[in-house]
């Protein structure tokens, strides 16, 4: 248990940060008194000030040191990055070429608590250059070290004063509010007299520092440009493109820096609003936080906590692990240690869970991903569970996780979910259990019904549980608007739109607003989308005669853009609804394209080897089912074959799901043999076009 000195340290800065008008951030990772009372005096000092913010161990996306403790940034002072070193002066055995020689433990160490921070600082001042315009004046960027556990009696009685930069150091007496406020006034006035800078910054200087924490390598990788390619080309478009979009919204990042532990909650979102971004986030975040506060955080048993990670689609299993894996280095600057987070789809965490030794019968999936059994599985679980339960409860114990974080939660029976709140044990301090739900209505592309959640067995109505991310950012509104119309059957047969108003959830997008515009309008028959605000062309249709023409243009289109245009053969994403009548799709375009420009083709669906790694690599084509390419994006998509899409409410979300997979350019193809899909594709497109004009 805490100690109660504890406590009060971290209720005293809980209490400092809900007075303060100044946003705080990160206020959960906190690890101790020291990190503390420099918080506390920050706040005391400048939270009077609603125009800036207090962050703690905040990272940018390209970190290669340990994050600050400490970054204030406001107005009057610019950005202050602090390292806080909360060892008493006993333990600093000398100071010598500004590395302090620490002893812990009997063992002595040299750290430079300067340098580290000087680091930091330069870290972030990259970070804000890049989100800043060419020649935009960034703010003053400043850094110091605080020892708040040593007194200035005992550092100059120590003689320490001689060796460090006594304008940079913040002892015991530094952290008095009036004083630390003056001191930092009058540091700041200086240096911006040094370097002609104008104090107050502006608010788009504060903005830009905001957007440097938000500049997340789980987004996007960099990739190294390509000098050869003239910038003409929509290859070099792409390339800059996907190396611009770096940042997280800030939407994205307060939901990432959520408190989620010993609650449900449910995060519903738009298609591209960045829920598996945010949900790699979370779990990363909550896995720090959980290992640097053990003892308080988890009751006696695991030396670390245990959590989960789980998706129905298996070809996303890989995506999620590498963007966990990414937000966590990038956190911590280390690896998540060994069986702390288990990423799978349902049944493998089921499996992994009897493989390390769980005492009951695996069920296996029947088909190619058992959605019909889905319900009848889990109730199977549960049967065996419970009987564990009642006749050896301590065998079940060691098996249990502290928390499950759910992407696309509504691929997901109703049963599914009280398997896996069987699988969770009670937080100690609530009694409730961590299950965090990512959901879509749109992409229902299984046609679940979604659940009751109190039925379930959850409370999502209280306080802030249940949340919507409002805003897409991975598709433009011309790909997103048309997908939706498809969806609830703008064009369709009558009574279609009435039996897609729930399944695709308008009355909520309708009365939820992005700005001063509600998220979707509708005018006549059409939808007009507001949630989604990049723009760029009109998603292309192309109706064929025959198969065997279809798939000519396809070949050829692909080949044009390969060879012609310089793009990435892993920025193009070919999907179908079924795959029957492209299997011989791979073999055409290895035939017809030149040697070396491609090295191979992946194909995650069906019993293929490529649905248990990441669907996009470089230099490699990927074709798929839109199952298979559930969760994951490409700036061009063909979905191929549109007419073989059933316009049933299955049919229609699964040609939402393959349409949201493109970013930018989206081409629709199919034979023109109606009635199907593929036609309504044409009405729904002539009739935005049209609408578009006429404003």
Same mark, same amino acid.
């Given at each position: 248990m805490p100690e109660a000195r504890d406590l009060d340290w971290r209720g005293e800065l809980k209490r400092q940060a +809900?007075?303060? +008008?100044?946003?705080?951030?990160? =206020?959960?990772?906190?690890r101790d008194q020291a990190q503390a009372r420099v918080g506390i005096a920050l706040l005391k000092a400048f939270g009077d000030h609603a125009g800036g913010f207090l962050y703690f161990e905040p990272c940018t996306a390209r970190s290669t040191q340990r994050p600050a403790d400490a970054v204030l940034c406001h107005p009057l002072v610019g950005v202050v990055v602090v390292e806080v070193k909360g060892y008493p002066i006993s333990m600093i055995e000398r100071i010598s070429g500004g590395s302090f020689y620490v002893r812990r433990k009997g063992l002595m160490r040299p750290e430079n608590p300067f340098q580290q921070v000087r680091l930091a600082m330069f870290? =972030?001042?990259?970070?804000?250059? *890049?989100a800043s315009e060419p020649g935009e004046q960034i703010p003053l960027l400043e850094y110091f070290v605080s020892l708040?556990? =040593?007194?200035?009696?005992?550092?100059e009685a120590a003689g320490f004063h001689q060796c460090v930069e006594m304008d940079r150091l913040w002892l015991a007496e530094d952290l008095g509010n009036d004083s630390l406020r003056q001191r930092l006034m009058e540091f700041a006035s200086g240096k911006q007299k040094l370097l002609g800078m104008n104090l107050p910054f502006t608010a788009r200087q504060i903005e830009l520092v905001r957007r440097a924490f938000g500049d997340s390598a789980v987004i996007q990788q960099q990739r190294p440009v390509r000098r050869e390619v003239s910038q003409e080309r929509l290859g070099a478009y792409i390339d800059d493109l996907l190396n611009s979009d770096k940042y997280l919204s800030a939407e994205q990042q307060e939901l990432s820096r959520l408190e989620v532990r010993g609650q449900p909650r449910l995060i519903r979102g738009v298609a591209g609003s960045g829920k598996t971004v945010v949900l790699a986030n979370m779990t990363a975040r909550y896995v720090k936080r959980a290992l640097t506060q053990q003892g308080e955080l988890f009751q006696p048993g695991p030396a670390a906590p245990r959590v989960a990670v789980v998706c129905f689609n298996r070809a996303l299993v890989s995506l999620i692990r590498s963007k966990i894996h990414d937000s966590y280095a990038q956190q911590t600057m280390g690896a998540i240690p060994d069986g702390v987070v288990k990423i799978s789809h349902l049944n493998g965490l089921m499996w992994d869970l009897i493989e390390e030794g769980l005492p009951i019968h695996y069920v296996r999936i029947q088909g190619e991903d058992g959605v019909e059994e889905a319900a009848k599985r %889990? %109730?199977?679980y549960r049967r065996q569970l419970a009987e564990l +339960?009642?006749? *050896?409860?301590?065998?079940?114990?060691?098996?249990?996780?502290d928390a499950m974080f759910v992407d696309e939660g509504q691929d997901f029976e109703e049963e599914e979910f009280r398997l896996l709140l069987d699988l969770i044990r009670p937080d100690r301090r609530t009694g409730e259990k961590t299950l965090i739900i990512f959901y879509d209505d749109a992409q229902n592309l299984y046609g679940r019904t979604r659940p009751v959640w109190r039925h379930v067995g959850i409370d999502v109505q209280r306080g802030d549980r249940s949340r919507v991310m409002k805003e897409c950012f991975r598709n433009t509104r011309q790909i997103v608007e048309f997908a939706f119309n498809l969806l609830i059957g703008s064009c369709g047969p009558p009574g279609v739109r009435a039996e897609m108003k729930a399944f695709a959830d308008l009355d909520t997008l309708r009365n939820r607003r992005l700005g001063d515009k509600p998220l979707i309008e509708e005018q006549g028959e059409l939808v007009r989308v507001h949630f989604a605000r990049g723009s760029w062309a009109w998603p292309r249709v192309h109706l064929f005669p025959? +198969?065997?023409?279809?798939?000519?243009?396809?070949?050829?289109e692909l080949r044009r853009l390969i060879v012609e245009e310089s793009v990435r053969p892993e920025d193009i994403l070919v999907e179908f609804h079924v795959s029957t009548e492209f299997r011989d799709l791979g073999e055409r375009i290895r035939s017809r394209l030149p040697a070396g420009s491609i090295e191979g083709i992946l194909q995650p669906y069906g019993r293929s080897a490529d649905r248990d790694k990441l669907i996009f690599r470089p230099n490699h084509l990927t074709l798929s089912t839109t199952k298979g390419a559930k969760g994951y994006d490409a700036p061009v998509v063909f979905l191929v074959g549109a007419d073989l899409f059933p316009a049933t409410t299955e049919g229609r979300a699964s040609f939402y799901v393959g349409a949201t997979r493109a970013r930018l350019l989206l081409n629709v193809s199919g034979l023109a043999h109606p009635p199907s899909l593929l036609q309504e594709c044409t009405a729904v497109l002539s009739k935005l076009q049209a609408a578009e004009q006429g404003q």
């Open positions: +809900r007075q303060a +008008r100044l946003e705080v951030l990160g =206020i959960d990772d906190v870290e =972030i001042k990259n970070a804000v250059e *890049r708040p556990n =040593i007194s200035r009696s005992d550092w %889990a %109730a199977e +339960r009642a006749q *050896r409860e301590a065998a079940l114990e060691p098996f249990l996780l025959s +198969r065997e023409q279809e798939l000519e243009w396809v070949v050829s």
